[in-house]
């Protein structure tokens, strides 16, 4: 709590605030716009297919220009509906287009009226006019090409008039059994004129249901207009189409078990259509809506439903295959007929293919709407989230916090995701998101300003002991590192110049600060970057190093030990290029050690460093100058040895270095035991045997097969050595009680 109480309870405030308006204690406008954002997003992640089921009739600027200007007279209208029902043989029409007054333009009217009145007494003149009629009277040229064919009327509702005639309701409030079900309830109409009314088999409501800031995102399925329910364009099309008896309300379950959520609906979560054979049932939101399904970016081009042309309609010119038992809408896309809606994948849509939509959530069952659970489960992953991150980011380095955050920022939009698709439910996402966004920035920021300090501090201590990116790891969590003085066992590693003093007496001052540099920048880099040590100092031209403090790692041994084979390596490059500059060759010897030893801050007031003392540390330095007795590049003790088996080891002696009583086991690594060739493995397996003909003071044996190594290598130092060695066993025998080991009496 001391330590992180500051940020959790912030994050707990941001996480009630978050849960308040999940659940509408508390509204935002900005959070709605992100979730209509989130909506829109979500629909257009979904690449629209071609459904051939619904094609748009479109009265587009190809049809306005060869038929001529809008709206169309009647016979017009008659030609197309019959061209799509007798010649076409469509399953269904449907009109995103009403007929609320008689068509006068074809004259009649004025002709009968002069025929009666200014002309009255020419001759047969009214005969005329009614042998005309039949094909002057639009209307009834029009009810005659609807009558008897699965043509569907649309028409608007408004608040201020009545006009023409509703066609019969879906379903009265009589037959909802005493329920009051809410649904949008306009005052008036536009309807059509009841001859053409009476000759269609029905007729569906096409306004748009636009929110607060004018773009179409849900529609009603069934609006309330006096005491009955009145179906949509789109509801009533696909009635038709699917030969529905019926249109009736589902309610599962009784009014008093009914929940307070439920009531506000009736309990009315369903319409039925009673189609011959089975039902089909079609889920409804608040007030009776759902929201519009929207696939593709809309219009002829858009994918999602194909678009002919109403003039090739007219002229026959579509092709048969394209409009056989299909359900088409008769719409326009063309500018200025005032039928391009804003919905949120585009702000040009076609009013007509809002109602293609749902008309093809009706056919395939699946309707993305907000379920009556949806304000409880966004509340739920609220809390869920926000307790989780409140505890976890506070603790958490940068790097995982921020990984943590963008998973919770995935798994929140994912299952946002997966319930569109796959439940068909519409959840919010705005607060969740909003939510793990502040509090990753809360604790980015609590970080920043009140860890930088200490952060900074420790980067400034430890910078020029450890690499860099263990610096930034330290920074990340300064608590858990110290300059306090303790006891660890930890790795120490010894290097130095052979013959430095001839090197320095054979170059120029300023050749010599060169030479150094280039070769105490190559170790440096080999202990810090290679495999993470710490620089502790620079001797003359020696260099020190340790791995396992101020970051301790387990392998500490063995990373000393691939660092040293890697400085070799470094030193026999450097060699080629100052033998080229013709500088003196460059030879280095190391010495490795591992064991317990006190690390931290030492020092005096006027200086102080961080570094390590101790027994194993003096042993190291003893090992680094023994390489120069046994003619090898490293040296290193058994402690190591046993802490790093993945290497090839060649056993060198048991020293007893000045200061210690007690022989150790000296050995140096040849590589790693996977990558050292087989030869070297076998040449290995003999020196190991001879080395133990030696201790066995078996000298004859020994000298055979050191001089059989030192003919196969003769560069080795070890085996000439050795080879003095015993010459000089032979003559001066250790003796019974010698334990096999060589004693040093100089460091």
């Known amino acids: 709590m001391v330590k ?3 940020r959790w309870a912030l994050g707990l405030l941001f996480t009630a605030l978050a849960a308040a308006c999940s659940i509408s204690l508390l509204q935002f406008d900005a959070l709605e716009r992100m979730d209509s954002f989130f909506a829109g997003w979500r629909m257009r992640l979904e690449a629209p297919t071609l459904d051939r089921r619904v094609v748009i009739v479109d009265i587009d600027e190809k049809s306005l220009s060869e038929v001529g200007r809008f709206p169309w007279s009647r016979d017009i209208q008659a030609r197309l509906v019959t061209q799509l029902t007798r010649h076409y043989k469509v399953a269904a029409i449907g009109y995103d287009i009403s007929f609320p007054e008689p068509d006068t333009s074809s004259g009649y009217a004025v002709l009968e009226r002069l025929a009666h009145a200014e002309l009255d007494a020419v001759p047969g003149l009214k005969e005329q006019l009614a042998a005309l009629k039949p094909g002057m009277d639009y209307d009834a040229l029009l009810a005659a090409a609807i009558a008897g064919q699965p043509v569907v009327l649309g028409y608007n509702v408004s608040q201020r008039q009545k006009k023409g005639v509703l066609p019969a309701p879906a379903f009265r409030v009589a037959d909802l059994n005493g329920r009051a079900v809410t ?3 306009p005052g008036g109409y536009e309807a059509n004129i009841a001859q053409l009314q009476a000759a269609a088999r029905g007729a569906g409501i096409f306004t748009a249901l636009t929110d607060a800031d004018g773009v179409v995102r849900s529609s009603t399925l069934l609006q ?7 179906p949509s364009l789109s509801l009533a099309t696909a009635a038709v189409y699917l030969k529905a008896r019926a249109i009736a309300p589902y309610f599962t379950q009784s009014a008093d078990a009914m929940s307070a959520a439920d009531l506000e609906n009736g309990g009315l979560e369903k319409i039925l259509l009673f189609t011959p054979g089975h039902q089909i049932a079609i889920p409804v939101g608040e007030a009776l809506t759902t929201t519009v399904q929207f696939r593709g970016p809309g219009g002829p081009r858009g994918g999602a439903f194909r678009y002919v042309s109403a003039s090739d309609v007219l002229k026959g010119a579509v092709p048969a295959a394209q409009l056989d038992g299909v ?16 919905t949120p994948v585009s702000a040009e849509y076609p009013g007509v293919e809002v109602h293609a939509n749902l008309i093809k959530s009706i056919l395939d069952g699946s309707f993305k709407s907000r379920p009556y659970y949806a304000l409880s489960l966004e509340f739920l992953q609220v809390l869920a989230f926000g307790l989780l991150l409140t505890v976890a980011l506070a603790a958490l380095p940068p790097a995982p916090g921020i990984a943590l955050a963008a998973g919770a920022l995935a798994a929140a939009a994912g299952f946002n995701l997966y319930m569109y698709r796959v439940q068909d439910a519409a959840l919010n996402l705005a607060a969740i998101l909003l939510l793990i966004l502040a509090l990753f920035v809360l604790n980015l920021a609590w970080g920043y300003f009140f860890e930088f300090r200490k952060g900074r501090a420790l980067v400034s201590r430890f910078g020029e002991y450890v690499a860099p990116e263990l610096v930034a790891e330290m920074a990340d969590n300064p608590q858990r590192y110290t300059m306090d003085g303790e006891s660890r066992e930890l790795t120490v590693l010894f290097v130095d110049v052979r013959g430095f003093t001839t090197i320095s007496e054979g170059l120029t001052p300023k ?19 290679s495999h993470h040590g710490t620089l502790d100092k620079y001797i003359g031209d020696a260099v020190m190093a340790f791995w396992g403090a101020p970051v301790a790692f387990a392998d500490h041994a063995s990373r ?9 390596a470094s030193a026999r490059r450097l060699n080629l290029d100052f033998v080229a500059r013709g500088w003196p060759p460059l030879k280095i010897g190391i010495g490795v050690n591992t064991g317990l030893m006190h690390v931290g801050d030492m020092g005096s007031r006027i200086r102080r460093a961080y570094t390590v003392m101790g027994d194993a540390v003096n042993l190291g330095a003893r090992l680094e100058g023994i390489t120069k007795v046994y003619g090898v590049g490293i040296a290193v003790g058994a402690a190591t040895r046993a802490q790093a088996p993945q290497f090839a080891w060649r056993e060198l002696d048991r020293v007893r270095v000045k200061g210690k009583h007690e022989p150790v086991a000296i050995f140096e690594p040849l590589g790693l035991a996977a990558e050292v060739a087989p030869q070297a493995l076998a040449q290995l397996g003999r020196w190991h045997r001879a080395l133990t003909l030696v201790r066995a003071q078996s000298w004859d044996a020994a000298a055979a097969l050191v001089d059989e190594l030192a003919l196969e290598a003769p560069e080795s130092g070890l085996y000439r050595l050795y080879a003095r060695r015993i010459a000089d066993y032979r003559t001066q025998p250790p003796g019974a009680d010698w334990d096999g080991a060589t004693t040093f009496d100089s460091k």
């Open 4 to 6: 992180y109480g500051g």
């Open 183 to 185: 649904a949008y309830a």
């Open 224 to 230: 309330k207009i006096g005491d009955a329910y009145y």
């Open 327 to 342: 359900i088409a809408l008769i719409g326009t896309t063309a500018p200025g007929l005032n039928d391009l809606r804003v």
């Open 511 to 529: 050749a010599l600060r060169e030479y150094i540099n280039l070769y105490l920048t190559a170790m440096s880099e080999d202990i810090r970057d």
């Open 560 to 568: 000393a030990v691939a660092t040293a084979l890697l400085m070799q």
